[in-house]
């Protein structure tokens, strides 16, 4: 190895979970305290040695940590990697012009309780590899394990590999995506391949030998042993390939509680972003609930689960991004709640400033776009009551929001 061009000072970790030093220098893998020996790469110095560790700094739990781009923070011990994700919170928060938003202490899934993964895998002479991609690199890494995942989909690593062997050819890239439902694993295998009986017929054995709920192929489904479920309340939901759910069972859990308690007395609620129904049937029961995404495989199974449980809910397919509710379709609701993807919904946090809504219940996967978006709300006469940061996304750069605007 190289000997390095210098020896540097980690001060403290910026918004992307890397090291900073006293100029400003990025160096990944880094904690506040390190004393390390890099190579300077433009702004950014890559780790050749730690010549004197931070107080903050543990052993990561995973073999491929530094080399594998899933997990950035795994060197982080717990105390100090909560409150540098709720500190994410603050500072994107306090960027929009808060300053005294009682932001709470950050509510943390434990390891091995995410259920979806997407891998990647390649053919690399008679060998699969299988696992994610460096960070910032299209460079391929083979894992082996990996702790954020629940046990059906870590186990299923090994044995994936080995079905997948006869699949791919020298230079094809195989997408999985790979869900833990309530019925088994459903598994999505996106391959740029024509149509073909043998290969069908490949598929179909991998599906029965990896004991698969479903396998789909290109958005087809190829074979199906169960239907992939998700439980919500008394309500089941028959999932479309590639659903969204939320990323862990005890996430979506506390979400869920979190937004019953905020939702208190209120009878009519628009539910928009709605997905699967995660939170829209969470909540019906006594409430009247309009559910509403741009997605109608979604949300025409959501409708179907709700009919069965005799659930109050009607539904709508519209793109909320173009088309928002107005303040006059939002009149008739006592709350809304809202759960956009990454971009944020900017045009519906618009018109719900300028409507008669009274209570607006938001969970973001991105500060950033979520305190914009609040900064709109609370310009149109909303008050930002409360803030709950959630972890599950462990060990990542991201990191969930719960908050109340009421007027």
């Given amino acids: 190895m190289s000997p390095p061009d210098e020896i540097v000072e980690i001060l403290r970790l910026g918004h992307a979970g890397d090291g900073v ?22 702004k950014r110095g890559r780790v050749l040695e730690i010549v004197s560790p931070g107080g903050a700094r543990i052993p990561a739990p995973c073999r491929h940590f530094g080399i594998c781009g899933g997990c950035a923070m795994q060197m982080l011990a717990r105390d100090a990697y909560l409150d540098w994700k709720r500190d994410l919170v603050i500072g994107a928060l306090t960027q929009r012009g808060f300053s005294d938003v009682p932001v709470e202490a950050i509510r943390a899934v434990a390891p091995g309780t995410r259920r979806r993964a997407m891998f990647k895998a390649r053919l690399y002479g008679k060998e699969i590899v299988l696992g994610f991609y460096e960070q910032e690199s299209r460079n391929l890494v083979d894992i082996a394990e990996c702790p954020i995942l629940v046990p059906e989909l870590a186990r299923l690593i090994a044995p994936l590999k080995r079905a997948l062997a006869p699949l791919p050819r020298p230079g094809e890239t195989a997408e999985l ?5 309530d019925a088994g694993v459903d598994l999505s295998l996106k391959l740029k391949r024509a149509r073909e009986p043998g290969l069908l017929m ?10 698969l709920a479903r396998l789909s192929w290109n958005g087809d489904i190829v074979t199906m042993a169960a239907t992939p479920m998700l439980r919500v309340g008394r309500f089941t939901v028959e999932l479309p390939a590639e659903s969204f759910l939320q990323p862990t069972r005890e996430g979506e859990r506390m979400l869920q509680d979190l937004l019953r308690e905020e939702l208190g007395e209120a009878r009519r609620v628009a539910d928009l972003f709605c997905g699967c129904g995660t939170f829209a049937l969470s909540i019906a029961g006594a409430r009247a609930v309009h559910a509403v995404d741009s997605t109608a495989a979604p949300v025409t199974a959501m409708a179907r689960a709700a009919k069965a449980g005799g659930a109050n809910l009607t539904s709508e397919t519209r793109d909320l991004f173009r088309r928002p509710l107005l303040p006059a379709e939002l009149a008739p609701f006592d709350a809304v709640v809202l759960d956009p993807p990454r971009p944020g919904a900017t045009a519906q946090a618009r018109a719900l400033a300028k409507s008669a809504v009274s209570s607006v219940l938001y969970v973001s996967c991105n500060p950033a776009s979520f305190a914009r978006d609040a900064r709109i709300l609370c310009d149109g006469g909303f008050h930002l009551r409360r803030v709950v940061p959630v972890d599950q996304f462990l060990w990542s750069r991201h990191v969930e929001v ?3 605007f009421s007027r």
């Fill in 21 to 42: 030093t006293a100029d400003g220098l990025f160096v990944p893998y880094t904690v506040p305290g390190d004393v390390v020996g890099i190579m300077r790469e433009g």
């Fill in 177 to 181: 995506h790979a869900t833990s439902t």
């Fill in 202 to 211: 490949q598929l179909s054995e991998l599906a029965a030998d990896l004991k």
């Fill in 402 to 404: 719960f908050a109340h």
